[in-house]
């Protein structure tokens, strides 16, 4: 079957670092996405990897190892705006993306 | 600013009812979705079209049907509502030509549907 997974929920304390991790098991690799989903908002989009190793962009940094089917999304400087859902999702291939369950990060003072 | 638009925020129907969930994207995206999110259980995809009048069947498909008559508007529909499909329901949409962006999906803001 398919499968990602991720931790529940993390708690972190602003102008910290934060790591969220995520495995996975799928059919078809074509990507991994990372999103933030703030709550009784859409999910958005805020990193892509496809190649191994460590994309950055800003506060957030994406890592990726393919041949252990695992990612991290990495936050610096939390800010208490940075309290949200964090969604790992998959391309399998094609049109498809599958999605982890999410991992709620409460940023606290 | 680009914009996937849901018809509804809140719905509150009876088992039974059918129900419509429109959806819009100004962004002339070839690729809709609709996904459900459930606490615990994260996304899951329902059903996907890939152009007008074109669909695919997601993940968890039973119970629902969808429509593509203009490329813009992708609506999901539940022929007689059941207390399980009681959930946050998510559309989406994303570009074929994934050589200007990472195909991302552009979600909506979501319609939160309770069936009594």
């Known amino acids: 079957g398919q499968n990602i997974d991720q931790p529940t929920e993390m708690t972190a304390t602003e102008g910290a670092i934060v790591q969220i991790n995520c495995t996975y098991q799928t059919s078809g690799f074509n990507g991994l996405f990372w999103y933030q989903q703030h709550a009784g908002e859409a999910p958005t989009f805020l990193s892509y990897n496809v190649l191994d190793g460590l994309e950055e962009k800003g506060r957030f940094s994406s890592f990726l190892s393919r041949s252990k089917g695992y990612s991290y999304l990495l936050l610096k400087e939390l800010q208490m705006k940075d309290s949200a859902s964090y969604l790992c999702a998959v391309n399998t291939g094609g049109f498809k993306t599958i999605f982890g369950a999410g991992t709620r990060l409460f940023v606290k003072a | 600013d680009v914009k996937v638009t849901q018809s509804s925020r809140y719905l509150v129907k009876r088992t039974g009812e059918k129900v419509f969930l429109e959806c819009v994207q100004d962004?002339?995206?070839?690729?809709m979705f609709w996904y459900r999110q459930d606490p615990g259980l994260g996304l899951r995809l329902i059903y996907f079209s890939y152009d007008v009048k074109m669909k695919e069947k997601g993940d968890i498909p039973e119970g629902y049907s969808v429509s593509r008559e203009k490329k813009e508007r992708f609506s999901l529909i539940l022929e007689s509502a059941s207390t399980n499909q009681t959930s946050m329901y998510l559309c989406?949409?994303?570009?074929?030509?994934?050589?200007?962006?990472?195909?991302?999906?552009?979600f909506g803001e979501g319609s939160r549907l309770t069936v009594l």
């Open positions: 989406a949409s994303s570009p074929t030509d994934r050589s200007a962006n990472t195909g991302e999906l552009f």
């Open positions: 962004m002339d995206h070839e690729n």
